[in-house]
């Protein structure tokens, strides 16, 4: 998860527009090699991103409640290992949601 954090903070994005920052971190993560699945379907909804069993939702709107109980919904399902919320704002998360490792990073921004 840690080099998934660097790649991400190493690039500035587009933050206006959730569906064209998704296309620009597909683009970031074909650069860098990353093998990804986009839009997967979960047993509690479709999460943006999974990268080798982590879990990645992408975040540029939203009450920091309401995103926790969407990554805790996530994190019920067996494919997602553990959690990185990628948002254009700075959101707490505790170590653990579900008994599963959680992070979040904090994109730059361009427009």
Known sequence: ????????Q?????VNDE??????IS?????EGIIFEKEVMLST????FVVDGIGIEIKIKQQPMSIYRQLERYLED??????LLASVKTVTLP???????ARS??????I
């Open 27 to 31: 683009e970031v993560f074909r650069m």
């Open 95 to 101: 170590e653990t949601i579900n008994g599963k490792r």
């Open 19 to 24: 569906k064209y920052l998704q296309s620009e």
């Open 105 to 110: 990073v904090t994109l730059r921004g361009g």
């Open 78 to 83: 067996d494919r997602v290992k553990e959690i």
């Open 10 to 14: 190493s690039y500035t994005f587009t």
């Open 45 to 48: 909804g479709i999460i943006d």
């Open 1 to 8: 998860m840690e080099h998934i954090i660097d790649i991400l």
